[in-house]
């Protein structure tokens, strides 16, 4: 089993800020938002009615034909896998070396509650016959594995919001393990829903600032009062570093290490004790010390409870001097992509030393000693990097990445 990391060169995404990886790392830096007011008439009526939807539709990328084979969780996880083995430079690696692995914490579920109103309304014979292949929570990884001839494995983390980000670690671990050479890893998340935005409102878990909703998801800030929910998806390219250097593919970062843990605490209470342990797993897993961690990209999501939780979970793991960012006050919360987005932001992060800034924070708690970056990005060198993705049910995961060597 090898210790050694893998090397980052391919990305790709689709998310609330743009329809590729380039033009969301843009917004990303730029502070831009990507919280808008949900317009349909189901909306009128709830407590809830903002949301982070896709900037660029799925529908504009994809054949008109097969996107109408593909739930839209799947469609964006096909949008994402496309760009990012484009940017890595279609590598040419033997299918049964190459795996994929495609976290999301829903999967089809709006096929599944759109055809569950088809069965009501019209009758068993009017459900679609691609129902099931469109429902299935392992859709989008398969029709990853589809598309790129991959036979070494096409694997689904469903671990609520931490699974993009576990997706990115089982990756780290197929390389380590010797079961691949290159493995296409990450998240993806549809469903925004008059059912999800009522669950989530009655658990008072989403913001209601239903008027601003450009200043509605304010991680950090005294005024937060919940997430706000978004879709999308983000995948890396992960491959074995002499595989990448022997067809001298660029490389922009490297998974150092990974970190994953479990509660066994509560089902959507975060415990401090297992997420310190999921970083400090990932700090040792890459050989690196605490002091040796310039910046931190948080799963912050804007609820009062969570953000105070973790801040000071990553002050006991890493310490509070590195800059901390929480990219899900422009993107809303992407749930089972969040980590891979997060992921995909932190290797950028440290490949072009830049930062991006937290919107919405106002009046930072009192409570949180954190060093939160706000305004504008802030620029410097990085020499490694924490990001973090917890889930529903005592998820937790930490990504450790460092520049190309």
């Known amino acids: 089993m090898s210790t050694t990391g893998a090397v980052v060169t391919g990305l790709g995404a689709t998310t609330p800020l743009g329809g ?41 990328v994809l054949d008109r034909v097969q996107a109408r084979r593909l739930d839209r969780c799947q469609q964006v996880a096909l949008v994402a896998a496309r760009e990012a083995w484009a940017h890595a430079g279609r590598p040419e690696v033997d299918p049964e070396r190459l795996a994929v692995v495609v976290g999301t914490g829903t999967g089809g579920a709006l096929t599944m509650l759109g055809q569950h109103d088809v069965l009501n309304a019209s009758g068993s014979r009017r459900v679609s016959p691609l129902t099931i292949p469109k429902q299935m929570s392992n859709g989008p990884a398969a029709w990853v594995s589809i598309e790129l001839g991959a036979r070494a494995g096409a694997h689904t983390p469903v671990s609520a919001c931490a699974s993009g980000a576990e997706a990115i670690a089982m990756g780290l671990d197929l390389i380590r393990l010797g079961r691949a050479d290159v493995v296409v890893a990450g998240g993806a998340e549809a469903c925004v829903h008059p059912l999800t935005l009522a669950g989530f409102a009655q658990a008072r878990a989403h913001s209601t600032r239903n008027d601003e909703p450009d200043r509605a998801s304010r991680p950090f800030d005294t005024g937060r009062d919940g997430f706000v929910i978004g879709e999308g998806a ?89 800059a901390v960012t929480a990219t899900k006050s422009m993107t809303g919360h992407l749930f089972g ?69």
């Open 234 to 322: 983000a995948l890396l390219v992960l491959e074995r570093a002499e595989f990448a250097a022997a067809r001298s593919a660029r490389v922009h970062a490297v998974l150092a290490g990974s970190g994953v843990t479990s509660d066994a605490h509560h089902i959507t209470a975060g415990s401090p004790e297992g997420q310190v342990r999921a970083m400090r797993m990932a700090l040792s897993s890459a050989g690196l010390a605490p002091g040796q961690v310039a910046h931190v990209n948080a799963h912050a999501t804007s609820t009062p409870v969570g953000d105070a939780v973790e801040a000071a979970s990553i002050t006991e793991a890493v310490g509070p001097h590195p």
């Open 20 to 60: 590729d990886a380039a033009s969301t790392w843009a917004g990303l830096v730029a502070g831009e938002n990507g919280i808008r007011p949900i317009e349909e008439d189901w909306a009128v009526d709830f407590p809830v009615r903002l949301a982070a939807r896709l900037k660029v539709e799925p529908t504009e």
């Open 337 to 405: 992509a969040a980590g891979a987005l997060g992921a995909l932001a932190t290797v950028l992060s440290v490949r072009d030393g830049v930062i991006p800034p937290t919107r919405n924070v106002d009046d930072l708690d009192p409570g949180i000693t954190l060093d939160v970056v706000t305004g504008r990005a802030r620029k410097g060198p990085l020499p490694a990097a924490l990001t973090n993705a917890f889930g529903f049910g005592g998820h937790n995961v930490s990504l450790a990445f460092t520049p190309s060597p």
